[in-house]
């Protein structure tokens, strides 16, 4: 009985893995600095549906797992984080350009007294 058991599942459990993949594509893009206009490398893009990332190489490029209805996030310290719904269009078409723009802060008046012990 044991055997029999052990043996199913070692057919049908790999089956079921195939199958949750399903519709999964590579999606392929680039990421640029909007006021700039080059490449960035080490931004961080996250699938948060399925909570993987990956990182930018040098040139900007970037490949990761989506479905339709997916929903990417794109980070990197400066600049403003970008969410971005996966369309059949994105999927269909692929190679898309995602734009990220610098965070600007506007600093108050500092004033330094000296120390008064």
Do not use: C, W
Request: net charge neutral; charged share 20%.
């Amino acid at each position: 009985m044991r055997k029999l058991l052990s043996i199913t599942l070692f057919f049908f459990v790999p089956l079921s893995l195939v199958f949750a993949q399903e519709g999964t594509t590579l999606l392929k893009g680039k990421v640029k600095n909007d006021s700039t206009d080059e490449f960035m490398s080490s931004v961080h893009v996250l699938n948060l549906s399925s909570v993987e990332g990956v990182i930018t190489n040098t040139n900007g490029e970037f490949e990761i797992a989506v479905q339709a209805q997916d929903t990417l996030y794109f980070s990197y310290l400066g600049f403003k984080p970008l969410k971005v719904p996966v369309s059949n269009d994105m999927i269909k078409f692929g190679a898309p350009i995602f734009r990220l723009t610098q965070l600007s802060f506007a600093l108050e008046e500092v004033i330094l007294r000296p120390y008064q012990l």
